[in-house]
T-cell receptor, first 111, second 110 residues
Framework: NAGVTQTPKFRILKIGQSMTLQCTQDMNHNYMYWYRQDPGMGLKLIYY???????DKGEVPNGYNVSRSTTEDFPLRLELAAPSQTSVYFCASSQWDTEAFFGQGTRLTVV | DQQVKQNSPSLSVQEGRISILNCDYTNSMFDYFLWYKKYPAEGPTFLIS?????DKNEDGRFTVFLNKSAKHLSLHIVPSQPGDSAVYFCAANAGNMLTFGGGTRLMVKP
């Protein structure tokens, strides 16, 4: 019963590098989300998707890109990593706009 | 411009007593409210929710109250247990986006 799986769990990036945070869910949920949580702060929505082929910006989309080619997968792409992107990233999914289920998070440090 | 605010960053309660966590919001379009619990190094887990057409929802030791006129909701935990020690986030939904508060760290002392 995997739920929402994120990889990697930890990553250190150098400034200017790029990477993709992977997220997959096995609950056949339509909605998927990417959040970031900075120390002592709440979760801020980066991007979300209401179904395969449909994505939209959240509160803090700058510096990120997403795609949703399948129901299960919702990868988050960082093209030019910056120190301001040091954060913990959470992927979540939900069936319509009800309670979301979260992955365990990816802790990213940009140095 | 925070639409969902949790004004108490931390709360300490004795085991067996009531814990009351508060949350205020500004957007009157929010129609569904949720509470999440988060342990260190884990993702948030859903705890309880309430629709804007209700003013109370109960699930075991957890009760959420919604006061729409005051744009305020609260989570009551009775009785509090040491395992309840975690960060609690309230969240509000308007359409497709969940907006989270900053969280309240609850510490339940044995």
């Amino acid at each position: 019963n995997a739920g929402v799986t994120q990889t990697p769990k930890f990553r250190i990036l150098k400034i200017g590098q790029s990477m993709t945070l992977q997220c997959t869910q096995d609950m056949n949920h339509n909605y998927m989300y990417w959040y970031r949580q900075d120390p002592g702060m709440g979760l801020k929505l980066i991007y979300y998707s209401v179904g395969a082929g449909i994505t939209d910006k959240g509160e803090v989309p700058n510096g990120y890109n997403v795609s949703r080619s399948t129901t299960e997968d919702f990868p988050l792409r960082l093209e030019l990593a910056a120190p301001s992107q040091t954060s913990v990233y959470f992927c979540a999914s939900s069936q319509w706009d009800t309670e979301a289920f979260f992955g365990q998070g990816t802790r990213l440090t940009v140095v | 411009d925070q639409q969902v605010k949790q004004n108490s960053p931390s709360l300490s309660v004795q085991e067996g007593r009531i814990s009351i966590l508060n949350c205020d919001y500004t957007n009157s379009m929010f129609d569904y409210f949720l509470w999440y619990k988060k342990y260190p190094a884990e993702g948030p887990t859903f705890l309880i929710s309430i629709s804007s057409i209700k003013d109370k929802n109960e699930d075991g030791r957890f009760t959420v109250f919604l006061n729409k006129s005051a744009k305020h909701l609260s989570l009551h935990i009775v009785p509090s247990q040491p395992g309840d020690s975690a960060v609690y986030f309230c969240a509000a939904n308007a359409g497709n986006m969940l907006t989270f508060g900053g969280g309240t760290r609850l510490m339940v002392k044995p």
